[in-house]
């Protein structure tokens, strides 16, 4: 039996290192590398499906085209013909932007996305800006920090208080909540801070119940009372934050009263954080993308990275406020062949706005859609609006493992290959800091082109001479050039065992990425974009039923999702239950202003009251969540606030 190293390239913090098992050609076992530092053979559900996709009766092998409405196969060769024709004829008559590529993280290996580079050499195109996913947070860390770091996961076992902050690392992180229940063998406390009462916060010591969309009020309620009773380190403060005495006069205009009233969190356990983040440190949090998916996203990270500062947690062990981990990104050479210097046409849209955009925007207008590593009929917000736009579209392109609800509405259907078929390299930005190079395990079958050579082969059809026609092998060699400074090359990062994250603690100088060089509680940037220079609690006006959705355990998003039956369930508390007069598994109609599905609800006293809670990734067979959701951006970083939907409960009478 022939064993290969694989990292997993679902869209995910912990990355785990694979061991793959291949007997007569044949993949036979997925488990995982117990040599790996970081994912220490812990490998979730997922990883081990890529398996069942590898070898799924629904894959597809040859392209599809519509024609009448009906799909047929055709050969490779015809798929790139008619790309290559579509193509030139769009960018002579209307300019390459009238291209538009849609992509998300469909796949994390770095060859999977050689897409970009192809658009870049074609001249340039139009492409989403802002985030379904991390948008806000992201921005705000880059405001209040100049960059965005994290702790390494161990360093969680050096803090004394662990807290989890709108995170559900029991579906979302193995790694994380095997550390979790680590540290709290180790009578480290867990304090946990979320409306739904999950999984994780199973394991807290401290379940805290907040209201959504509340956290930034909570943040400010605790750091007003570190500032009211001095519980900070003065000397921290004057050294390196900027902006704390303005921020300490907009605290002073809140009323803690109001602050308790808002996030429904009574001021002795405000009280309580307070201490545990400055007299009983070092605290640790660990901030996850669920709270930030509101209109106020944004700032309630930053006034979460005040807290975090002003209670002196930031630089040292045991602490930190851990929101992704950025570490490749801006050093390897993931542009190699500089196609960006040709991209003279490129231009974005918002992805809020993907439907005006297409419907609206004529200079020039959209004539054809690329769809690469991405579900977007079922993953965007607002699906009614998303289906509406494609129908706009001249000629759309998905190239994908399966007919998704996506592909089925474009007009061309591109197969690629499992990852298992693919040699790449992968690293995340969410956490795992470690980089890996996949072999490939299996050949591709029934001749399936992988994407590499598919846009090399289109690149000779279109005659896009810079386009570099070189083999994998010597592509990812030259991604990865500036490690072989270090004298990192493929082969040492096959083991999957090399990371360049050499620091336990982030931002462990104190000499951070903003212009003051100091943290920024007031910055000068966020004023220039148009925004409050200091975190402010903006309140959301709500009286109607919440839609709150969120990452399922056994699926990313809608991948597998493919084979459940039934309908989407939604999950809601007795009372509102009993309010509706609605029993344990009936069907009803969820309404919001953008659209409706049937659900199945399911009486959960996880959730609070006026909640709605559905895991997101069900398809339109079953009735997806987002055909209800609003295409409403958060304050910063173009996120989309998911969870400011509000709908209506319609009994059905059969
Ligand atoms: N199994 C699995 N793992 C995944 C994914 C997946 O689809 N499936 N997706 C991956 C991706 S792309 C991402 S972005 C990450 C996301 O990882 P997480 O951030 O852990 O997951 P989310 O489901 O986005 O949200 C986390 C929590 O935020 C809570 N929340 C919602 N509103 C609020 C609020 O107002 N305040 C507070 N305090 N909490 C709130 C939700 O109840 C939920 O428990 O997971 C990754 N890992
Ligand atoms: N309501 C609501 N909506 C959400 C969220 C939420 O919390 N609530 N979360 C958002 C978040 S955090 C994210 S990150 C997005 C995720 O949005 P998407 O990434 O669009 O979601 P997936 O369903 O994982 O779709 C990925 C697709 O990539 C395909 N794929 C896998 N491997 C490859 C490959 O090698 N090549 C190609 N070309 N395709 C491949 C898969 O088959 C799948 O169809 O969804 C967002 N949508
Ligand atoms: S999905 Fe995440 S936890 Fe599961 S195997 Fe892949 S990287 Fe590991
Ligand atoms: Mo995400």
Redesign the pocket.
């Given at each position: 039996m022939q064993v290969v190293n694989h990292g997993c390239?679902?869209?995910c913090w912990d990355l785990c290192k694979f061991k793959v098992y291949i007997d007569n050609g044949k993949v036979v076992k997925i488990e995982g590398d117990k040599g790996h530092p970081y994912t220490k053979g812990i490998i979730c559900v997922k990883g081990k499906k890529h398996l069942e996709?590898l070898y799924h009766k629904n894959r597809k092998y040859s392209p599809m085209f519509k024609k009448n409405g009906k799909w047929i196969e055709i050969t490779f060769n015809e798929a790139l013909e008619l790309i290559s024709k579509k193509l030139r004829n769009y960018k002579e008559k209307f300019g390459s932007s009238s291209i538009l590529h849609y992509f998300?993280?469909?796949?994390g290996?770095v060859l999977?996305s050689i897409e970009n580079i192809f658009f870049n050499f074609l001249g340039g195109i139009t492409l989403p800006k802002g985030s379904?996913?991390?948008g806000a947070g992201i921005q705000a860390q880059k405001y209040d920090f100049g960059d965005i770091k994290g702790h390494t996961l161990d360093d969680i076992l050096n803090s004394k208080n662990i807290i989890i902050w709108g995170r559900n690392p029991a579906n979302t992180s193995i790694h994380l909540m095997y550390m979790l229940k680590k540290a709290k063998k180790k009578g480290k406390r867990i304090i946990v801070i979320d409306p739904i009462y999950t999984d994780t916060a199973k394991i807290a010591d401290t379940y805290i119940r907040i209201n959504p969309s509340t956290d930034g009020a909570l943040a400010m309620a605790i750091t007003k009372i570190i500032i009211e009773e001095k519980l900070y380190n003065e000397s921290f403060v004057r050294n390196y934050i900027k902006g704390f005495k303005e921020y300490n006069n907009y605290l002073k205009t809140l009323d803690l009263d109001y602050l308790s009233d808002e996030t429904g969190v009574g001021i002795e356990i405000i009280r309580k954080l307070a201490y545990l983040y400055t007299q009983k440190g070092p605290s640790t949090t660990y901030i996850g993308?669920?709270l930030q998916?509101y209109k106020n996203g944004g700032n309630t990270v930053r006034a979460i990275d005040a807290l975090a500062s002003i209670s002196g947690n930031i630089g040292i062990e045991g602490g930190g406020v851990n929101y992704a981990n950025r570490v490749y990104p801006d050093i390897l050479n993931l542009d190699p062949y500089n196609s960006l210097k040709y991209a003279h046409n490129t231009r974005y849209f918002n992805v809020s706005n993907f439907y005006n955009f297409i419907i609206k925007e004529d200079n020039p207008p959209i004539k054809a859609m690329f769809i690469?590593?991405?579900?977007?009929l079922?993953?965007?917000?607002n699906l009614n609006k998303v289906k509406l736009a494609f129908e706009k579209i001249d000629f759309k392109v998905c190239?994908?493992?399966?007919m998704?609800d996506?592909a089925n509405e474009c007009d061309l259907f591109i197969p690629?290959?499992?990852?298992l078929e693919?040699e790449d390299i992968v690293f995340s930005s969410m956490n795992n800091p470690y980089i890996i190079y996949n072999e490939k395990a299996v050949e591709p079958k029934n001749k399936l082109m992988d994407?590499y050579y598919f846009f090399q082969e289109l690149s000779k059809k279109m005659d896009i001479k810079e386009y570099p026609l070189v083999s994998k092998k010597e592509y990812l060699n030259k991604v990865i050039e500036p490690l072989k400074e270090i004298n990192i090359d493929l082969e040492k990062i096959k083991e999957g065992k090399i990371t360049i994250q050499t620091e336990k603690v982030a931002w462990k100088n104190l000499e951070f990425k903003t212009p003051s060089k100091k943290i920024e509680i007031y910055s000068e940037k966020a004023k220039g974009d148009g925004l409050s220079p200091l975190p402010v609690y903006n309140k959301q006006t709500n009286n109607k039923i919440r839609l709150i959705?969120?990452?399922p355990r056994d699926s990313?998003?809608?991948?597998h999702f493919m084979d459940v039956k039934g309908i989407t369930k939604a999950y809601l508390n007795s009372n509102l239950a009993k309010s509706y007069d609605l029993k344990d598994n009936e069907k009803v109609t969820l309404k919001s202003k953008n659209g409706e599905i049937k659900v199945q609800v399911i009486i959960k006293d996880n959730i609070p009251d006026n909640i709605i809670h559905m895991y997101?990734?069900w398809w339109h067979k079953h009735g997806a969540?987002?055909f209800l959701?609003n295409n409403i951006s958060s304050d910063m970083g173009g996120q989309?606030a998911?969870?400011d939907t509000f709908v209506e409960i319609i009994k059905n009478n059969n």
């Open positions: 390239t679902l869209d996709r998300e993280s469909g796949s290996g999977k379904l996913c991390w993308y669920g998916r690469t590593k991405a579900n977007p079922t993953q965007m917000p190239i994908d493992l399966f998704t996506t690629c290959t499992n990852t693919s994407e959705t969120s990452h990313l998003f809608s991948q997101i990734g969540p987002n959701t989309i998911f969870n």
